[in-house]
């Protein structure tokens, strides 16, 4: 009895073979290997309204300058925040997705942007 040894197969290649890539990246993707981005998990529902859910990963990058409309990660009086910029009256507004959440102004010593989101990795679908 002669072995198997592969080299003389039939059929045709299979068309699924077109479709196939290598392995995905994701520190190349996201950019990660640069020092001013970090991943944030987030904690909370109050930007569902932009697609942010609770336990997404949000890639910050702290070199990239605020603009409004933007998504940011906010030291505020000793807490973290995740918002989305206003910029009013000569000030940066944090404003939450919940509508019964007055904005709050990033003003003062405690107050600092530290980054601005720029991807978003959802684990859970």
Known sequence: ???????????????AGDGLEGPIDLAAILDL????RY????MGDALAGRGILSGDILIADAAKPPAAGQVAVVMLAGDVLVAQLAYRRGHWWLLSGRPDTAPLAVEGD????WAVVTGLVRTKV
């Open 1 to 15: 009895m002669v072995g198997y040894n592969g080299g003389n197969t039939t059929g045709f290649v299979s068309p």
């Open 33 to 36: 290997r640069q020092p001013s």
């Open 39 to 42: 991943p944030v998990r987030v």
């Open 110 to 113: 405690d107050a600092e942007i």
